[in-house]
């Protein structure tokens, strides 16, 4: 079970602030690498967030055994992506199908295989349990000897954002595909994510946020109600180390004209 993730930086605003852009990708995404969706594209614009700035457009779509998952923030010229997919997918084909729509100049990217706790990934990427700075964790984690169904992974994602400080801007949306039982609810700024094997027994979990949330009490969630299991904490969310298209400086380029126009800033 394969999982890209890939931050975007210095992307297009408009682009990243258009509807039809986002349903465009995930059509692209789709056909490009050959994934078996079991639904449309879901997408929700959000301009409700505290700090507009983070304002933008969440979307998803689920797929056989996993999803795709996008999150814009046309303010700062991020988009956050997830392609998680029980099959192969390129990561050169990912990430050259969202830089064609979205324009990003800089980006980070990570892939991992799911089925297996990934000793190979950069040390740097994941968390040290320390709150440092502004990041967005990402929790992954994979459960084995699961017995669950539709109604126990509904309700999980719907009492789960409110548990680890989250707010949800979405219902959970739950599927049932012939080998997986799929459930995604977005929260402010990105989503969470369930996807059981019905067959193996084995439930994969996502938790993603592009601001801190308390990631500890997810882990703490998961095993109260399910006992051991495996799981990381990656770094994501370095739009607030880049701040390439920051509020403030966008202020500050589009206002360059009032010291052309002066006469200690400009030509005599």
Same mark, same amino acid.
């Given at each position: 079970m394969i999982h890209l993730m890939l931050d975007g $930086?210095? !992307?297009?605003?408009?682009r990243l602030d258009?509807?039809?852009?986002?349903?465009?990708? *995930?059509?692209?995404?789709?056909?490009?690498l050959h994934l078996e969706s079991v639904m449309p594209p879901f997408l929700l614009p959000y301009y409700y967030a505290k700090d507009s700035d983070d304002d933008g457009i969440s979307a998803f779509v689920i797929l056989r055994g996993g999803h795709i998952t996008l999150h814009t923030f046309p303010r700062r010229g991020c988009v956050f992506a997830d392609?998680? $997919?029980? !099959?192969?997918?390129?990561?050169?084909?990912?990430?050259?199908?969202?830089?064609?729509? *979205?324009?990003?100049?800089?980006?980070k990217s990570l892939c991992t295989e799911r089925?297996?706790?990934?000793?190979?990934?950069?040390?740097?990427?994941?968390?040290?349990?320390?709150?440092?700075?502004?990041?967005?964790?990402?929790i992954i984690a994979?459960?084995?000897n699961v017995d669950t169904g539709m109604e126990q992974i509904f309700d999980m994602l719907d009492e789960l954002p409110q548990k680890?400080?989250?707010?949800?801007?979405s219902r959970p949306y739950v599927l049932k595909s012939p080998e997986y039982i799929s459930g995604v609810v977005l929260i402010a700024q990105s989503h969470i994510a369930f996807h059981y094997s019905v067959k193996e027994k084995k439930l994969f979990c996502d938790a993603f946020s592009c601001s801190f949330y308390k990631s500890e009490q997810f882990a703490d969630y998961l095993q109260k109600r399910f006992g051991g299991f495996e799981h990381m904490t990656l770094i994501r969310g370095s739009k607030h180390e880049k701040?390439?298209?920051?509020?403030?400086?966008?202020?500050?380029?589009?206002?360059?004209?009032?010291?052309n126009a002066s006469t200690k800033g400009g030509n005599k």
């Open positions: $930086y210095g !992307g297009s605003e408009n258009d509807l039809r852009t986002v349903n465009a990708v *995930f059509n692209d995404l789709i056909n490009t392609l998680l $997919y029980d !099959g192969y997918a390129s990561e050169e084909k990912f990430i050259e199908v969202l830089k064609t729509y *979205f324009k990003f100049v800089d980006k089925r297996f706790y990934d000793s190979t990934i950069d040390s740097a990427r994941i968390w040290n349990g320390k709150e440092e700075g502004d990041f967005g964790p990402h994979r459960i084995e680890i400080n989250m707010l949800p801007i701040k390439i298209n920051s509020r403030q400086t966008k202020i500050k380029e589009l206002s360059r004209w009032v010291i």
